[in-house]
Nanobody, 122 residues
């Protein structure tokens, strides 16, 4: 079993940066692909970014490409989401999730965290 805990959210201004962390328990985390997702008020959950288990391959939603960077430190069982040039449309509850190949290719992840709130104020 893998448990995921997100942190690093908060209230920031347009143009600011934040780094989210997803800390995992469970020795199998290092073999799992990990994604970040978000749900804005009144909207469906959407894919943000994903990183494969080695950290070599990544993929991003078009809306965050060039502004967000996903990375992982398997020695620390942690995945990060560096978010730069934040805008009001980035306001959402951000979740991390982990799983096998389908988590990377189809956002079908087996383990989900509770989320951390990011609010970007203009």
């Amino acid at each position: 079993q893998v448990q995921l805990v997100e942190s690093g959210g908060g209230l920031v201004q347009v143009g600011d940066s934040l780094r989210l962390s997803c800390a995992a328990s469970g020795r199998t985390f290092r073999s799992l692909n990990v994604g970040w997702f978000r749900r804005a008020p009144g909207k469906e959950r959407e894919f943000v970014a994903v990183i494969n288990w080695t950290g070599v391959s990544t993929n991003y939603a078009d809306s965050v490409k060039g502004r967000f960077t996903i990375s992982r430190d398997n020695a620390e069982n942690t995945v990060y989401l560096q978010m730069n040039s934040l805008n009001a449309e980035d306001t959402a509850l951000y979740y991390c999730a982990a799983g096998s190949g389908k988590c990377y290719t189809r956002s079908e992840c087996d383990y989900w965290g509770q989320g951390t709130q990011v609010t970007v104020s203009s």
